[in-house]
């Protein structure tokens, strides 16, 4: 490979390896922005739910004989078409048994222990949570002693996030290519220029070379060398000639065999 | 990079070529980005929007139920408070109002933009978005349950420019992809350009000299098929063509002068007219065939070293989590010293293994160590990435220790030998140059990968870059190695008793060297990742944090010595990085953020940047007589080795401090020590000055 494109790939690379690299680390910004955007809106509708709940068990009712809560759930799955489930689960005395449910058949099914741990621990505030189809948000239910009693869950559709996140990728995807094309124009555009001189200068080393190997007439001499590396060479020339003239009338009187 | 002078034509257009990539990589990465805040901003605005209904919703409803009472809307209490709580906890939302039906503000929290009151006229529409100055505002009715009129209306205001905010969160991932790429681009450039270009020019200039004068006893290895290469196979047959025809008719005249018949006698006058013209003028092989010489680099050995040290450097932001995550109780230590104990044991076993490493490269040749230590390395990330509990990681980090002991000698090794004593510290200084670079691009990409890919696929990653390394030294080191000028140094116990019985020297290792390692491997090491862990930063932030010391050392560094030197200090440096490094440490007494630590870790870069070179060359002089009689070299083998105390210690004595006081204080603990030291080290010297009496004299 000639000495232009071979530096040229190398800095394809560089180019192909910092501009993916930027692409993917703006890919993730935007997934974690977008989840997080997303997932604080379904916080602030758990906060509702959250609310009127904690209204109720403030009264002294027990969260599994709070009435509305049934209702309440179903308000707000009929209130967002991305929010698959949401589900209202106890810790005191019912053990992470799911209470309540927009889907009936959870209801007195267990709760994950990863959601009745989240639900105990005392700073917390909200927890998230991934399955396979959806994504969820979970909210702990605090009665009048400061203590959780349950937890809220709402699970929403992962298809909608990723459905934007793969769109992004392949938008994100498209760009870097395009400037990753136009960088190698300029790239190659840039070491042509930036190696001509070298390689002009080798091949015509390399020419002048070769016809006194051939016992022409140079075509790099004193007179024609430009660069430092061809007058340099030129004079090197005119020394070796005269070793190689003194083999070659030695070879033409026949005082070395042919072969050689 | 080769240890001659480059060829004058090779250094501007290595320079214009760096320019090129750069420009390229800073016109891409701007372009890439600016690309991506026009598509997010495009995509989240609506998201937001959604998020703005969902909040002027619960806000709505709790105005409705006041309404519901019958509280009329002009007259409900704490609003402002209320919206004031919902306000500052979406970092979005900069505004929130209620307006009555005529237009006018009734309650309202955040500056409202320009504009608003003729919005606000202009719009009662429940559920309409507008764009006011730089908010996006949202309008929601307020009123009463049964579908009674509306009363007034709540209006949410998003910061429109949110979007961009976040963006310039990964300003700093980008910069620092940047960075790692300017400096890969750097090694790589350097690797290419050395080898295509730099090596085989000053080469043929070399030879051709050398032809010039009637050398053409060399020839030039050389395998590439470029314009370089091509020419250089001409001047390579060139060369063995006169060989060949020299010794032939070399042949012939030994031949001639061997028979006396009339024929012999005239072959012999006409082959003396030929060969006594060449005899005083060329210098063939023997044999008539030249030697093949390749020329050797520094590149050779730089190169395959930064990909190992990036390779170990990439598990530098996250090995504290991670050996907390298959942390396993040990008799007689705290968790706080067992998540320490792998670092310490590393720093021992390197310690340990380096003058193994030193006999063996000797022995074996640089080329088989580094293979050698590759081969463990391998065994070592691998076995690591897959350890179950923490036993195992002890031995496979152990493992790891001692490759990196055999690798990090046998590159000091090649460089040894290649080397002269003139030129020693200028090979060095490209070792040490691919380290603190390596180390750079290895903890901050490093940080990137675990946050991806996890802790495990990171440490698989960095033996994948030591296979790389290894093919690299199997392909460029010479399995024939050139003997090195100047025979390594055996160190023994009475040259580490000798030395600790100068007291200066001792007070040197013990106030300068070894805080100055205790500091570094506890709190940059040990403490940084596990303390910007507890403050909630990601892996990445972690890299990037840590990256900070690696920064300031390679580009401070230089600068330091250069000013030292030509100011001739050598002791107000250490005193002044030991101030610098400590009070690094110390400013967590008043800041202990995120921000506070990365200060500190820059602050630590800094004191290690001014006082590292200036304490190794105070070394000679504070033991000049010890010098004299074991030699500098040995002094300093003991002076690397004694200082790994500190490294050892580090993580174990802030593990220690960290129990008892806390993380941010442990951290300011091991400034004060550092701070301290250096306040006895500075009365020491000022009262028993650097020399004895007698060295003086």
């Known amino acids: ?260 | 990079m080769a240890v001659n002078a480059a060829t004058p034509f090779v250094g501007p257009i290595r320079a214009r070529l760096f320019g090129l990539t750069i420009v390229l990589l800073l016109a891409s990465l701007i372009a890439v980005s600016f690309d991506a805040l026009n598509r997010f901003e495009a995509d989240l605005v609506p998201e937001m929007d959604k998020k703005a209904v969902a909040v002027g919703q619960s806000l709505t409803k709790d105005i409705q139920r006041a309404l519901d009472y019958g509280i009329p809307l002009d007259k409900l209490v704490g609003v402002n408070e209320f919206f004031n709580v919902t306000k500052d906890s979406h970092a979005e939302i900069k505004y929130l109002s209620v307006t009555d039906t005529a237009g006018n503000v009734l309650f309202s929290v955040g500056d409202a933009p320009g504009g608003m009151s003729d919005y606000v006229q202009s719009t009662m529409q429940p559920g309409h978005s507008g764009v006011v100055g730089q908010l996006l505002v949202t309008s929601l009715a307020v009123q009463p349950s049964g579908g009674a009129q509306p009363v007034g209306a709540l209006h949410v205001g998003v910061d429109q420019k949110f979007v961009q905010k976040k963006l310039e969160d990964i300003i700093f991932d980008v910069a620092i992809v940047l960075l790692v790429a300017l400096l890969i681009t750097f090694e790589l450039l350097l690797f290419l350009m050395t080898t295509n270009i730099s090596r085989p020019i000053e080469s043929v200039h070399r030879l051709m000299s050398k032809v010039e004068v009637g050398d053409f006893r060399q020839t030039l290895e050389h395998d590439s098929r470029d314009e370089v290469g091509r020419f250089v196979h001409t001047l390579n047959g060139i060369i063995l063509e006169v060989n060949a025809h020299y010794r032939n008719m070399e042949a012939k005249v030994n031949e001639a002068l061997a028979d006396s018949s009339e024929a012999a006698v005239q072959l012999r006058k006409k082959l003396s007219a030929h060969f006594f013209q060449l005899h005083d003028r060329v210098h063939t092989a023997k044999d008539a065939r030249p030697e093949e010489v390749r020329e050797k680099s520094l590149v050779d050995v730089r190169t395959p070293m930064f990909i190992f040290i990036f390779a170990e450097e990439l598990s530098r932001s996250f090995f504290p989590l991670y050996v907390s995550d298959l942390y396993r109780p040990v008799p007689g230590l705290t968790q706080d010293m067992v998540i320490g104990l792998p670092i310490s044991l590393f720093m021992l076993f390197v310690a340990i293994g380096t003058p193994f490493a030193g006999i063996w490269t000797d022995r074996f040749g640089s080329r088989n160590i580094f293979l050698a230590g590759a081969i463990l390395a391998i065994a070592g990330f691998v076995g690591t990435g897959l350890a179950p509990d923490l036993y195992h990681l002890l031995l496979w980090r152990s493992l790891t220790a001692i490759a990196y002991a055999l690798i990090t000698m046998s590159c000091q090794g090649y460089i040894v030998a290649m080397t002269t004593k003139e030129n020693r510290a200028q090979g060095m200084a490209v070792f040490i140059g691919a380290i603190m670079v390596a180390a750079i691009c290895g903890t901050s990409i490093g940080g990137v990968l675990a946050d991806r890919l996890g802790f495990r696929v990171t440490f698989f990653m960095s033996a994948v870059l030591s296979i790389i390394a290894a093919v690299f030294v199997y392909n460029t080191f010479q399995r024939r190695q050139a003997e090195s000028t100047q025979a390594p140094p055996k160190l023994r116990l009475v040259h580490f008793l000798q030395l600790l019985g100068n007291v200066r020297f001792a007070a040197l290792m013990l106030f300068g060297a070894i805080p100055a390692k205790i500091i570094l491997t506890g709190f940059l090491f040990y403490l940084t990742p596990l303390y910007l862990n507890e403050l909630g930063n990601s892996q990445s932030e972690i890299g990037r944090g840590m990256m900070v010391y690696f920064i300031v050392m390679v580009f401070g560094t230089p600068i330091f010595a250069r000013l030292a030197d030509t100011f001739g200090l050598r002791f107000l440096p250490v005193l002044v990085g030991g101030i610098l490094a400590g009070g690094g440490g110390m400013l967590m007494f008043l800041w202990d953020d995120t921000l506070g630590v990365i200060l500190g870790v820059g602050l630590l870069g800094a004191g290690h940047a001014l006082s590292t070179a200036p304490l190794i060359s105070m070394v000679p002089s504070v033991c000049a007589r010890e010098v004299d009689a074991m030699g500098q070299t040995t002094v300093l083998g003991v002076f690397r080795i004694l200082e790994r105390v500190g490294s050892v210690a580090g993580p174990f004595l802030t593990a220690f401090l960290v129990a008892t006081l806390g993380s941010a204080h442990a951290i300011a603990a091991l400034g004060a020590l550092v701070l301290g030291s250096t306040v006895l080290l500075g009365l020491f010297f000022l009262i028993a000055g650097t020399k004895t009496a007698e060295e003086a004299a």
């Open chain 1, 1 to 260: 490979m000639k000495l232009t494109p071979k530096i040229s790939l190398t800095i394809l690379v560089i180019l192909a390896f910092a501009i993916s690299v930027t692409a993917l680390l703006n890919y993730y910004k935007y997934q974690s922005t977008l989840r997080e955007l997303v997932q604080s809106r379904f916080v602030v509708v758990g906060l509702d739910l959250k609310n009127a709940v904690e209204g109720s068990v403030s009264l002294g009712i027990p969260l599994s004989q709070t009435e509305n809560i049934q209702e309440l759930l179903g308000r707000v799955k009929a209130s967002d078409e991305q929010i698959l489930s949401a589900e209202v689960f106890g810790i005191a005395g019912t053990k992470g048994i799911r209470l309540f449910s927009t889907d009936p058949a959870n209801v007195g099914q267990a709760a994950p222990a990863s959601w009745v741990t989240s639900a105990e621990k005392e700073d917390s505030e909200s927890w998230r949570f991934d399955e396979d189809a959806a994504f969820g948000v979970g909210l702990p239910i605090i009665n009048n002693f400061n203590k959780p009693v349950g937890g809220i869950v709402l699970r929403y559709s992962r298809a909608y996030q990723q459905g934007k996140i793969d769109a992004m990728f392949d938008a994100l995807g498209r760009s870097a290519l395009v400037v990753f094309a136009i960088a190698c124009g300029l790239a190659f555009i840039g070491v042509y220029v930036f190696f001509r001189p070298i390689s002009s200068t080798f091949t015509r080393m390399a020419a002048s070379l070769n016809s006194l190997v051939s016992d022409e007439a140079p075509t790099l001499t004193e007179a024609n060398a430009e660069t430092p590396a061809e007058k340099h060479y030129a004079e090197f020339q005119s020394k070796t000639n005269k070793v190689l003239e003194v083999l070659r009338e030695a070879k033409r009187d026949g005082l070395i065999e042919a072969k050689d």
